[in-house]
C-alpha cells in the first residue's frame, strides 16, 4: 500500500527558502510521474509542480517558475521541492502525490495512486 511522506516545511521569511522532501513506499515510484500540490486556507488543493517518469520533464505552475525546483531520487524513494524566493502567497499546506502522467500545468493526470499523506506547513512571513 502506497504511504506519502512529507516533510521540510516550516517557517521562512520573504525571499527565503524552503527543501520539501516526499518520501515514498510501498511502490515501485520509478514508473510514475510525482507531484506537488498545495492549499492554502479557504482555498482548493492545486497543482503545483510535476516532473515526469524519467525526471527529464517538469512543468510549473506560472506563479513558482524559476523559483521552484522539482527532482526525484528513485534510487532514495523520494523525491523534492526546492523553493527559493519564497513569497507570503506561497503559504500554504504543501502535499505530494503519484499518478501515471503529467498533466498541464504543474499537476498530474491519471488515477492517483493512493491517498494524500498528511502534508507539510509552509508559512512564508516575516
Known amino acids: 500500500q502506497l504511504q506519502l511522506v512529507e516533510s521540510g516545511g516550516g517557517l521562512a521569511q520573504p525571499g527565503g527558502s524552503l527543501k520539501l522532501t516526499c518520501t515514498i513506499s510501498?511502490?515501485?515510484?520509478?514508473?510514475?510521474?510525482l507531484g506537488w500540490f498545495r492549499q492554502a486556507p479557504g482555498k482548493e488543493r492545486d497543482g503545483v509542480s510535476c516532473?515526469?517518469?524519467?525526471?527529464?520533464?517538469?512543468r510549473y505552475i506560472d506563479s513558482v517558475k524559476g523559483r521552484f525546483t522539482i527532482s526525484r531520487d528513485n534510487a532514495k524513494s523520494s523525491f523534492y521541492l526546492e523553493m527559493s524566493r519564497l513569497k507570503p502567497e506561497d503559504t500554504a499546506v504543501y502535499y505530494c502525490?503519484?499518478?501515471?502522467?503529467?498533466?498541464?500545468?504543474?499537476?498530474?493526470?491519471?488515477?492517483?495512486?493512493?491517498?494524500w499523506g498528511q502534508g507539510t506547513q509552509v508559512t512564508v512571513s516575516s
Open positions: 510501498g511502490i515501485t515510484m520509478d514508473n510514475y510521474a
Open positions: 516532473i515526469n517518469t524519467n525526471g527529464r520533464a517538469t
Open positions: 502525490a503519484v499518478a501515471p502522467f503529467c498533466g498541464s500545468g504543474g499537476t498530474l493526470a491519471g488515477n492517483f495512486v493512493g491517498s
